[in-house]
């Protein structure tokens, strides 16, 4: 696993200790698909290294006040990956799940994300171990205000911008940059994206990263010459991603045929209405009774009858039996780290394409990029700039992978990984090395 200590000239960050070959460690597969590209491009070692190392991890204990007056503990972190093209990037996840790990991996992903996509950040991301749903509102805020403010050295509009993520919201966001604006003695929009509109958010935010899972479906079908009204799709997840994609994919003809979330999973053969199912979702509190639907076990979802399954949840939920069993022909990766390596080898295997997250969902951040620069501009874009904006730089993103992967003839994952590795490579050897 991950060291959070370093002695000098003993990089044991990227020497990760011994794990059972069992267990998925987020870490260690992304830095190997890292280094793996990095061979690709013929990089020296000391300069994969480098790329593969984050720059700065910082832990953070968090005592919050709970309502009946005990103090509890919680830990947090805030990792920035890589530097060299921009400030750090990245969103912030509430989840019991969170440790140094997961989040060195998700900060070194939005590293290679943002290079995808070509926006000018690095990659960053930050988390607290805590289960929020098990919180009151106030209990919330002052979680976020206390682990903001043991950030806020290391964040800030030039410095590192975070974002929503798992379980955190546009409230978490104003409540972020109230805590870093109080401390500087000015407003600070730009510390973070996500927030709402009356506070420097921007109009598009919300659903961005689901517009560009959209994008990048409509995308992959029109290169395999397939058509989107007989395509039938599984979505795990009915969040903040997986939602507005039941809306989206069906406006583009595909019929939603089954979904899931943490209650289960549903089959319905004649496809999901957008509208009645956000209507039984609010009344119900799950996708599960959807009127005319099959109850299915949730680990039996990528084994309906479909042809693009799309994860929208956690990471690692595609592992080596799910791929297996995978009915679909495509796969569009929503969540963030959703296969793992064994995961990957099999879908290449069966020859089932894969639109990488570090792709697929980059609409996100890209929305996030909009809005901090509309905030150090202090302007507000019209809703049609923003829209046209995010499909050309998805678009652009698609096309160019795309034609990398023809000539590379690797998966869409590793030409992604190589595309976001050769452009960071490029800033870092630009910069050359301090001091
Ligand atoms: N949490 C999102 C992601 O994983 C957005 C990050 C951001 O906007 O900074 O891509």
Redesign the pocket.
């Known amino acids: 696993m991950l060291s959070r200590t370093s002695k000098a000239g003993d990089n044991v960050v990227t020497r990760p200790h011994e794990v059972s070959p069992h267990e998925f460690n987020p870490w260690i597969h992304v830095t190997s698909l890292i280094e793996k590209a990095g061979h690709v491009l013929g990089l020296n070692e000391g300069l994969i290294k480098r790329i593969v190392t984050p720059e700065r991890i910082l832990e953070v204990a968090v005592p919050v006040r709970m309502d009946s007056g005990q103090i509890e503990m919680y830990h947090g972190w805030r990792i920035q990956h890589d530097t060299s093209r921009g400030p750090g ?5 509430f989840h019991p799940s969170v440790n140094v790990d997961e989040i060195a991996a ?1 900060s070194a ?2 590293s290679i ?1 943002c290079a995808v996509v070509n926006i000018p ?1 690095g990659g ?2 930050g988390g607290i171990k805590v289960d929020p749903a098990a919180l009151s509102r106030g209990e919330l805020e002052r979680l976020t205000r206390r682990y903001a403010f043991s950030i806020a050295p290391m964040i800030g509009p030039d410095r590192d ?6 379980n955190t919201d546009t409230q978490v966001m104003s409540w972020i940059m109230d805590t870093v604006s109080m401390l500087r003695g000015h407003n600070t929009p730009g510390v973070v ?2 927030k709402p509109l009356a506070i420097g958010g921007t109009l598009g935010h919300a659903g961005a ?1 689901s517009l560009g899972v959209t994008i990048c479906t409509s995308a992959i079908l029109q290169r395999l010459g397939r058509l989107a009204n007989e395509q039938r799709v599984v979505i795990q997840g009915y969040g903040k991603v997986g939602a507005p994609l039941v809306k989206l994919l069906s406006e583009r003809g595909m019929k939603i045929v089954g979904i899931a979330d943490i209650r289960g999973a549903i089959h319905v053969p004649g496809g999901i209405n957008p509208l009645t199912m956000s209507e039984h979702y609010k009344e119900a509190g799950t996708v599960m009774g959807y009127p005319g639907s099959d109850e299915v076990p949730a680990e039996k979802l990528f084994t309906i009858p479909s042809d693009i399954a799309i994860p929208a949840a956690l990471g690692g939920a595609i592992d080596a039996e799910i791929a297996e069993g995978m009915a679909a022909s495509i796969m569009v990766e929503a969540a ?1 780290g959703p296969t793992t390596g064994e995961g990957a080898a099999i879908l290449a295997g069966r020859n089932i394409p894969v639109v990488p ?1 570090v792709l697929a ?2 609409g ?6 909009f809005e901090w620069a509309q905030d150090l501009q202090g302007y507000l874009w019209e809703t049609e700039l923003f829209q046209q904006r995010l499909e050309k730089t998805m678009h652009e993103a698609f096309n160019h992978i795309w034609a990398r992967h023809q000539q590379l003839e690797v998966t869409l994952r590793e030409t992604a990984i190589v595309v976001g590795v050769e452009r960071i490579a490029e800033a870092t050897e630009l910069r050359g090395l301090f001091p």
Request: aromatic share 6%; proline share 6%.
């Open positions: 990037k990245g969103g912030i996840r998700l992903d939005m994300k950040y960053a991301k911008i975070p974002a929503p993520d798992i994206t996500g990263t963030n997250d969902n980059a996100g951040v890209v929305a996030s990029y």
